[in-house]
């Protein structure tokens, strides 16, 4: 405490971030009210930049005549992103953006090192001289408009103070300085010369008790460590705590989780997260929040083809004006698009949709919203456009009707005041066009680090620069491997390494991390009572050791830590479980007005596992479509259906097949695909690749007509044709894809297959995989004399099938041939068949619904209902 009781009213505290200056004001206040004041003079105590700011914009108020207008630095990263733009190498540069914020960073490092932009060492490499050349560009700019950045104004501070036209304090104290800068430097001396005092506070050496731990992996250190914080919150109400974890914003999710597991009361499994005991630091990017994130997604929607998945986040979107009335309709708009396998569309396009008439209040803000758009060409100053984004945002009800929570209220107001700063860049900018303004406004939302405010904490998780110049009385700093820590180094590309390693810049060799990481465990030593380093001893399958920087340190295992119960929060829910065993398989049985679809679908679904029937027919528990680019099998299925349709109808029977000309018949082909494909496919506007599949389903078509010709005589005798019929308790509307009259007067019923794995063995199973063809077999029993797989697929191109004689047909079989069943005629094979699909039919019926899947493996392996029915807790 004797920094604090030293401070007088004129002394000037300065410390290297932002929660160094907090945590110190808050120290000073408690210390102000533990001496029993009422009040006492506001301590001046500031991030050394911010002061440095606040000082210019002071001057800026005094002077008569102007002084440069200080940048922001968002203000100034756009300006290096322009320059970048406008410069001759902008074509070669993939990212321009993450290209310009290199630069910037580069520019800030010479302004600290004092690097001149003449030094002839930047032209060394071609990154330095094009570097340069940008950069002269930046100074030139900022000149002409009187700008000034952040890096250069350090310089006329520099200058004012040593002319004596800024007081310098009379009394600055440096408090969790790592190291200062040369220009910082530069900046005390002057101060110092004008009769500042200028005093280094270092942090006083405690009586600690230092340990260090392995840990199997990272999680688990995370974990232990979280423990560890616990056991020592529970025990007392004044310890303060840290957590130390490199990379924090890596990582930060996952930690949040994590801390809140074993934070969370041991009967607790709602968390509030507004009561947690701990703060962390590293923040998200405000795109990142879901609110914003379905803002920036509206405004990039405008004048524009829409991904479905862009346009499937919206729908859902609870920050949608209406989103609330009309959740289940959008939902179902949502399903109809995937459906259609739609992958991109535009608002136009949607307000046609038939299902938009069940989302009255969306096609209103739709409509709104194109009604407010600009043209494409228009151009607009930066204030303009962000008037007009914020109106469109409006016209969609955004951020929606139910009242925000605190966190995104904060978040929705963090936003509003980055788009006031942005509506400030119209000196900086000329006029841009829609797309350009967004870009900048995206750009500058996901670089903006955000993190609503919580109630102080006792605990608190910290980044290892943060940490350093804070004192606590426990501290744990984790993930010192021997990869980790030191950190590897990073030279800026655009300054001479040569130039970098002369003047020992940041990041700059692997000697100065060193050194840099030896500071900090040192200074980590000092900044508590008890102090933990860890590490972890694995990652994936290669092992670490730790680093030799904390080597030397006492080694304390596990058991000696004390450490508070954790146990994961599914294994509470688990544990507390009070089961009640219900043997529910059987559900109501059908009625009158239960009207069921589903075909063939019924006893095929009945077969492969009663509760997939029940559940897809009767519940309708259908799997949500996911789009793809092109044709989905099953749209190239139906293609094959459709065109098989359309050439029968034309050819009638065999002998027009063998005697048509290959030319004719080729043109038929193509005819009848393409006239499918009309059809069909919804998404035209890839015209090459429908070319692409017109032209292989041609080729396919071509060598299946060959095994056609190879047939015996046959004529059509319908095609796609429905049949109403009734099996057992279960009416049925069925469609056979094509039925075939022999020249006995016997049909034979054929199902095309586009797949190669349809074994015809499965039809003499009591619960067969595709029991289509045995139950047409059953409705027609005595005109059938065989059922058949057309498989048109390119690795495997037969006929599938057997027959009651010989067809005449390869490897179709005759009953008789077949091994699969005991049936020893025709007749009595059809009568297995209506047995089974009977038993099937009415167990469905009577709502036999069973979680009794015919192959636990295969069956489960493509079915969507296993969170539904919950298999996988059966076994």
Known sequence: MDLLTDITPDTLIL???????????????????????????????????????????????????????????????????????????????????????????????????????????????????????????????????????????????IQKIKSNQITSPKKIILIGFAEISPQYNRFLEACENSGSHIQYHETQKTDSIVHRIGLNDTETEMRTMARWAKAIYDTTDSLRICCVIPNLEDVRERVIQLFSDVFTEKNSYELDYTKLPFNISAGRSLAAYPIIHTALQILEIANSMISTETLSNILRSPFIGEAEREQSSRAKLDSALRSENITEITLHELLEK?????????????????????????????????????????????????????????????????????????????PLSYQQALHYLSYLTGKSVFQPESPEARIQILGPLEAAALTFDHMWIMGLDDTAWPQSPQPNPFIPQRLQRTLQMPRATAERELVYAKYLTEQFKANAHEVIFSCPLQNDDAELRPSPIIADIPVIQLDELVLAEFIAPEHTIFASKQLEYLQDEIAPTITEDEHIRGGSRIFKNQALCPFKAFAELRLHAGKIDSPTLGLRPTDRGNIVHAAMEKLWLELKDHDVLINMTSDNLQNLIKHAINHAMSEIVTDTKNKRYLDLESQRLQKLFIDWFELEKARPYFKIKSLEEEHQATLGKIPLTIRADRIDTLDNGKQIIIDYKTGKNSPARDWFDERPNEPQLPLYCVLDPDNTAGILFAQINPEEMKWKGVSETPLEIDSVKTLFEEKNTAATSWKQQVEQWKMILEKLGNDFFNGVASVDPKDPVETCQHCHLQTLCRVSESN
């Open 15 to 157: 410390t290297a971030n932002s929660r160094a200056s907090a945590d110190l004001l808050k120290k000073y206040n408690a210390e102000q009210l533990k001496q029993g004041k009422l009040s006492w003079p506001t301590l001046s105590i500031l991030e050394i930049s911010k002061w440095l700011q606040r000082i210019w914009q002071q001057e800026t108020i005094k002077n008569i005549v102007p002084l440069p207008r200080l940048l922001t630095p968002n203000q100034e990263q756009i300006l290096w992103e322009e320059v970048l733009r406008d410069s001759s190498e902008s074509d070669y540069l993939l990212k321009l953006s993450s290209t310009a914020e290199l630069a910037r960073t580069a520019w800030g490092i010479l302004k600290q090192w004092c690097v001149e932009l003449d030094n002839p060492a930047l032209t060394t490499t071609d990154d330095g001289f094009v570097f340069q050349k940008w950069a002269q560009e930046f100074q030139a700019r900022c000149k002409k408009n009187n700008w000034l950045d952040s890096h250069s104004v350090v310089n006329l501070i």
């Open 354 to 430: 038939k299902a938009m008439q069940n989302c009255p209040a969306l096609a209103k803000n739709i409509q709104r919203y194109l009604h407010q758009l600009p043209n494409k060409k228009q151009k607009l100053p930066v204030s303009g456009w962000t008037t007009l984004f914020v109106e469109n945002l409006a016209a969609w009800g955004w951020p929606g009707e139910r009242t925000l929570d605190s966190p995104e209220y904060q978040t929705v107001t963090a936003w509003f005041k980055l788009l006031n700063e942005y509506a400030a860049f119209d000196s900086l900018l000329s």
